[in-house]
């Protein structure tokens, strides 16, 4: 496909591309250093306490700040407060399964701000490089390591790229403009200065916008917000007469339709990662986020490129590589993707923008489905509360769309406006939570009556030994009415193959790294911990019951399927 390209050590991304130009109006673009996090900094609490048998390299402590977990009277079990009262208040059964990734924004960027969505129940914070300057960026990854520090959360960081896209300028500054009803607006590819932009004139950041655009063409405005017909064309303008009127608001999204379907020009040939992109990912390796969510991704290959990329600039990092569907391109390479990538995130604000929207829904499943027969984390993103970004409580619809992703038991729910710069952000995670909640039990109990929901889950070819261990362990689990899975994961695969089952007791996930911990956390039924163990089995376990019974998480009598990746066991055993 055209729109990706090699990338050989020799040869910096950057200086590889042979594809039409975008411009960008966030002009602050600054080569990171390398790996800044390295630097440690004195603090009063920087003491790891860890037991003498066991090894951790620099890269899995916590990075923030510099500041090591101080971990002493916790026996090294990292697990953060609300995960341990609602355990030790409600019970196992009242843990959510579905997880929730909220888009940090300026409503939400203080550190108090971002500690009251981990304490709702954000367990992935998303920063998108759409939005924002660098140092905004650097400060809320921060802030979000920070509080895992001090709080033993286990919040990932998802870096999104702005990818590719289409969009106008930033309005000189502007909250929004309005576009009447047949008045007539000008996009164009020259630049202005804000003293001298003449009116209802709008710069368009691709350079080859003009020559794309033909007499007839249809200009959707954020897919759909507002619409214009393209009656004219002068040069580097294109003259549009506005169809449906509505607010232009910065940067918004530009999508061009022709009798019914997609414009592919050469805007086709845009690369998947732009250069700007490529700045920005070297700055997310260097900051430690914990996933990359590639926007607009339309074949294998650009993951592929990527992955190898992070390996070569940080080897043996856990950064994960989320495929984006939202390109219409996308949907024909499907599976590939998802193969390729750590997981897949359903985009439905671009796509609605770039397929007929009446086909997102069918989309959403496919691609929910396909996610889990790959044993891929997938998040469903965009307008879940929409009208949350303005009012304190959802629309009856919204409250079905979520529970829709839930009954598909999505890995995860996505908060973009609604977080970033609406008016309830807690108000709309704390709807996620119940919503989520009450549809999981509500699956739960359906499922005993109902046999017409089959399993999706199909296997390897041969199947593998841990697939088979984990899918016995989750029909164990369930048909024994286990009150939880335990498993210990050093690379976190076991842990991932569990959830791919979707047993019906949640699944405690414990892991002697800081960052997988962290990776677990965007995956279903999960509930990650840190912790320090060694290759035998009855040691860990009976040292975890111990730390677990003294801070009250479980009780003498639960019922406990053990899964070991070590081992490759199965054990069904009651807390003593
Ligand atoms: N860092 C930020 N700074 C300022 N505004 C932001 C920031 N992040 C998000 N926003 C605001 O929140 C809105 C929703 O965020 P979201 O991440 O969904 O972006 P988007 O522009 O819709 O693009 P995408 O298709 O990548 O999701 C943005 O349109 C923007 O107005
Ligand atoms: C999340 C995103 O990028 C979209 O919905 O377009
Ligand atoms: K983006
Ligand atoms: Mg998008």
């Known amino acids: 496909m055209s729109a990706s390209f090699r990338f050989s050590s020799s040869l910096s991304p950057l200086q590889s591309r042979d594809f039409p130009k975008m411009r960008f109006f966030n002009p602050r673009i600054v080569v990171p250093n390398p790996i800044p996090f390295l630097k440690q900094t004195k603090t009063s609490h920087s003491r790891v306490v860890l037991p003498e048998n066991v090894k951790v390299a620099a890269s899995e402590l916590p990075v923030t700040a510099g500041k090591p977990v101080d971990m002493a009277g916790s026996g090294g079990l990292q697990v953060d407060l609300v995960t341990e009262t609602d355990l030790k208040e409600n019970g196992f059964r009242s843990t959510r399964r579905t997880k929730i990734v909220c888009t940090i924004g300026p409503r939400t960027c203080e550190f108090e701000e971002i500690e009251a969505l981990a304490v709702g129940g954000m367990n992935v914070a998303r920063v998108n490089m759409c939005h924002g300057t660098r140092q905004w960026h650097r400060d809320v990854i921060r802030r979000v390591r920070q509080l895992n520090e001090d709080k033993g959360f286990a919040v990932a960081v998802?870096?999104?790229?702005?990818?590719?896209?289409?969009?106008?300028?930033?309005?000189?500054?502007?909250?929004?403009?309005?576009?009447?009803?047949?008045?007539?607006?000008?996009?164009?590819?020259?630049?202005?200065?804000?003293?001298?932009c003449p009116e209802r004139t709008i710069t368009v950041n691709y350079d080859g916008f003009a020559e794309d655009v033909k007499f007839g063409d249809e200009l959707l405005v954020d897919g759909g917000m507002v619409r214009f017909l393209v009656t004219e064309k002068i040069g580097p303008d294109v003259i549009c007469?506005?169809?449906?009127?509505?607010?232009?608001?910065?940067?918004?999204?530009?999508?061009?339709?022709?009798?019914?379907?997609?414009?592919?020009?050469?805007?086709?040939?845009?690369?998947?990662?732009?250069?700007?992109?490529?700045?920005?990912?070297?700055?997310?390796?260097?900051?430690g986020v914990d996933f990359i969510a590639v926007s607009f991704v339309k074949s294998a290959e650009v993951i592929k490129t990527l992955k190898s990329y992070i390996t070569a600039r940080s080897p043996g990092s856990q950064i994960g590589v989320i495929a984006k569907i939202e390109s219409i391109d996308s949907l024909k390479n499907l599976e590939e993707i998802i193969k390729a990538s750590d997981g897949a995130?359903?985009?439905?604000?671009?796509?609605?923008?770039?397929?007929?929207?009446?086909?997102?829904?069918s989309v959403q499943k496919r691609v929910v489905q396909l996610c889990r027969k790959l044993n891929k984390p997938v998040i469903v993103a965009s307008q879940l509360l929409e009208s949350m970004i303005e009012y304190p409580i959802?629309?009856?619809?919204?409250?079905?769309?979520?529970?829709?992703?839930?009954?598909?038991?999505?890995?995860?729910?996505?908060?973009?406006?609604?977080?970033?710069?609406?008016?309830?952000p807690e108000k709309a995670l704390a709807v996620l939570r119940c919503v989520s909640l009450r549809i999981e039990k509500w699956r739960r109990e359906e499922k005993h009556l109902d046999a017409t929901d089959p399993s999706i889950v199909s296997f390897s070819t041969p199947p593998s030994i841990s697939e088979e261990i984990c899918s016995t362990a989750s029909q164990m689990a369930n048909k024994l009415k286990a009150d939880a899975i335990f498993v210990y994961t050093k690379?976190?695969?076991?842990?991932?193959?569990?959830?791919?089952?979707?047993?019906?007791?949640?699944?405690?996930?414990?892991?002697?790294?800081?960052?997988?911990?962290?990776?677990?956390?965007?995956?279903?039924?999960?509930?990650?911990?840190?912790?320090?163990?060694?290759?035998?089995?009855?040691?860990?376990?009976?040292?975890?019951?111990?730390?677990?019974?003294?801070?009250?998480?479980?009780?003498?009598?639960?019922?406990?399927?053990?899964?070991?990746?070590?081992?490759?066991?199965?054990?069904?055993?009651?807390?003593?």
Not at 173 to 184: C, H, I, L, P, V
């Open 158 to 196: 998802m870096m999104d790229t702005e990818g590719s896209e289409i969009h106008m300028d930033d309005l000189n500054g502007a909250e929004s403009a309005k576009a009447e009803d047949g008045e007539m607006w000008t996009f164009t590819v020259l630049t202005f200065d804000p003293s001298s």
């Open 241 to 287: 007469q506005c169809t449906d009127p509505g607010l232009l608001l910065p940067r918004a999204n530009l999508t061009l339709w022709r009798n019914g379907s997609l414009v592919q020009e050469r805007n086709a040939m845009l690369p998947t990662i732009s250069s700007k992109d490529w700045l920005d990912i070297d700055f997310g390796i260097a900051e």
């Open 345 to 361: 995130m359903v985009a439905r604000g671009d796509l609605g923008a770039q397929i007929p929207i009446e086909q997102v829904p």
């Open 394 to 424: 959802p629309t009856r619809a919204e409250v079905a769309d979520v529970s829709e992703a839930v009954r598909q038991q999505a890995d995860a729910l996505m908060l973009s406006s609604e977080s970033a710069m609406g008016q309830f």
């Open 491 to 576: 690379t976190g695969q076991t842990a991932s193959l569990l959830s791919r089952n979707r047993p019906d007791c949640p699944i405690f996930a414990f892991t002697p790294s800081t960052s997988i911990r962290r990776c677990l956390n965007l995956q279903w039924g999960l509930i990650p911990f840190r912790l320090d163990f060694s290759d035998d089995v009855e040691t860990n376990l009976y040292r975890t019951f111990s730390l677990l019974k003294a801070r009250e998480m479980i009780n003498s009598g639960d019922l406990i399927i053990v899964v070991s990746d070590v081992l490759q066991s199965i054990q069904a055993i009651k807390v003593p």
